[in-house]
């Protein structure tokens, strides 16, 4: 049985700009994926997002209003099961939260457990230099790309500054002889206990729990989660071991020197207070969205 909950009225001279705006707004990434894709090309930044969580660039690019808004007008486009009609015009069902019960309880538990902790801003990325650790250049991820720095000052940084990673799925891909030098073991269970806002792959996913959850969270907010996701997965990048070119447009980040972790801390902070007010507002969206199972 189908669920309303609005709660606002848009009118259609109001969110058609929206929606194309939406649209407009991601086409600078999506284009440009979509041509590298349809050529076999793979960009170690820029498709990340696209190949590392499971969505597809046309659900991207489908904008919705959120739960409790009402659109008018030419409504043609929002059509069911996503949408029900009502008499004002169509809003988001949200009937089938019911079925994701589970799925959004652990995402409001993750959200609110990363927003009550300190940040921790001493791991200087190198959850990618633990992913090639003591590998050979031929053995390592991103097969593509060169190494910037060898295998042997790999190892010495890992060992001279240490691990400290708090992300199951940063953790996870660490090589074996990497996972006993981290202090923790992050697990799928343990990830609401350990989350934190400094982490990268925390922010990134902000963007995963956005979509997760489409049609209820709006989109203005997916884009916003999207695109500090994109810088995030830069950062991320930059301070690897690999080389990603002419250093002009992704100039490296040297975490193996004083200096260049000093450069890390300090985008990693402002990444990190580019995505507090994103998952400020991610984690109201999910607790409206939680709210409906009352109604």
């Known amino acids: 049985m189908s669920t309303t909950i609005a709660r606002?009225?848009?009118?259609?001279?109001?969110?058609?700009?929206?929606h194309a705006a939406h649209r407009a707004r991601l086409e600078r990434w999506t284009i440009p994926h979509l041509d590298r894709r349809s050529r076999g090309i793979k960009h170690p930044v820029e498709d990340f997002l696209f190949e590392y969580y499971p969505f597809s660039v046309s659900k991207l690019l489908t904008w919705h209003p959120g739960i409790g808004v009402t659109l008018t007008g030419d409504v043609s486009s929002f059509t069911s099961p996503t949408y029900v009609t009502t008499d004002d015009?169509?809003?988001?069902?949200v009937a089938p939260i019911h079925k994701n019960r589970g799925r959004l309880d652990v995402a409001i538990r993750i959200l609110e457990g990363t927003q009550s902790r300190p940040a921790q801003l001493g791991c200087f990325g190198?959850?990618?230099w633990a992913m090639v650790y003591r590998l050979q250049p031929d053995q390592v991820r991103h097969e593509q790309l060169d190494l910037r720095v060898t295998p042997e000052a790999i190892a010495a940084t890992v060992d001279k500054v240490g691990l400290r990673c708090t992300h199951i799925d940063a953790y996870r891909f660490f090589t074996e002889p990497a996972m006993p030098l981290n202090p923790l073991t992050p697990t799928r269970e343990t990830q609401p206990d350990l989350e934190q806002p400094g982490c990268l792959h925390a922010t990134m996913d902000l963007y995963k729990y956005a979509?997760?959850?489409q049609p209820f969270v709006p989109g203005e907010l997916v884009a916003d989660t999207f695109e500090v996701a994109m810088r995030t997965r830069e950062l991320d990048m930059r301070a690897s071991?690999?080389?990603l070119g002419d250093g002009v447009t992704y100039p490296p980040v040297a975490i193996e020197t004083t200096e260049g972790r000093r450069?890390?801390?300090q985008e990693q902070a402002r990444i990190m207070q580019a995505a507090e007010p994103n998952r400020g507002l991610l984690l109201e969206a999910l607790r409206r969205a939680r709210g409906t199972l009352q109604v």
């Open 8 to 18: 606002e009225v848009l009118a259609q001279e109001v969110w058609e700009p929206r």
């Open 89 to 93: 015009g169509v809003t988001v069902d």
């Open 126 to 128: 190198l959850h990618e």
């Open 211 to 213: 979509m997760w959850f």
């Open 241 to 243: 071991p690999y080389d």
């Open 263 to 265: 450069e890390y801390a």
